[in-house]
């Protein structure tokens, strides 16, 4: 994450100090639209900032973080579901992406894209192109916003309410679970890649039922 890199604790103090609201849905929207900003650690240092300086209010800092996430969320999606769809249309073939592939992920994510957009939320790599992936594969919209709004809403409350009363104790902790969630992420992605493979003619002549003819 090059632009994450450039975002430093004194930088982001900073910006909260300056911008207070506005920087935590900015960082925020902008990491939910694919930019890779450091979007979490925004959060959790604008609620230890709240709980030790009172200088923002821990109920605006998580309704501006879960402003920011469903907006960027919803602007991801779109960008998607106009542009991403169609890159992935034209050339998904030479990353062996073919129409038949792009069904495949159409149907999983219309049974499993809820738990995707929901969960993903919480999961760094997940978190910032999830909501892209989901218009990518056109994920019917309303459904899209339930998981995005929830997903959001959980994730502001859970880490501004925590850090705001136990931040110095969750600083160190927190560190280890990003660690632990982005490895069992890694293996589950690993484990649902490797059981795609063997299960991808089912899953075909399943995609093949729900989008029959040609997508276009």
């Known amino acids: 994450m090059i632009l ?20 935590v849905f900015l960082i925020v929207g902008a990491e939910s639209i694919g930019i890779p900003v450091p979007g979490e650690t ?10 030790t300086t009172h200088g923002l209010n821990i109920t605006g800092v998580i ?11 919803n602007i991801g999606y779109l960008i ?23 069904k495949i992920g159409r149907y999983l994510f219309d049974r499993h894209g809820g738990k ?11 978190r910032t192109y999830a909501a892209f992936l989901a ?37 160190s902790f927190t560190a280890r ?3 632990a969630i982005a490895a069992a992420a890694v293996l589950l992605f690993v484990g649902g890649f ?6 991808e003619a089912e899953l075909g002549v399943a995609a093949e039922r729900a989008y029959p003819g040609p997508l276009d």
């Open 177 to 179: 679970l990003d660690i």
């Open 116 to 126: 995707v957009v929901f969960f993903g939320r919480f999961v760094a790599v997940l």
């Open 80 to 102: 998607g579901r106009s542009g991403g769809y169609r890159l992935l249309r034209r050339y998904g073939h030479y990353v062996r992406v073919n129409e038949h592939r792009v």
């Open 63 to 73: 309704i501006a973080a879960a402003a920011g996430a469903i907006v960027g969320d």
């Open 4 to 23: 994450a890199a450039l975002f430093g604790h004194h930088e982001l103090n900073h910006l909260l100090s300056t911008y207070g609201y506005a920087a």
């Open 135 to 171: 218009g990518t594969m056109k994920m019917h919209w309303r459904r899209f916003l339930v998981f995005n709004a929830a997903g959001g809403i959980v994730w502001a409350v859970a880490f501004g309410v925590g850090f705001y009363y136990f931040g110095s104790a969750l600083t």
């Open 42 to 51: 925004t959060l959790t240092l604008a609620a230890i900032y709240a709980g």
């Open 194 to 199: 490797i059981l795609l493979r063997r299960k």
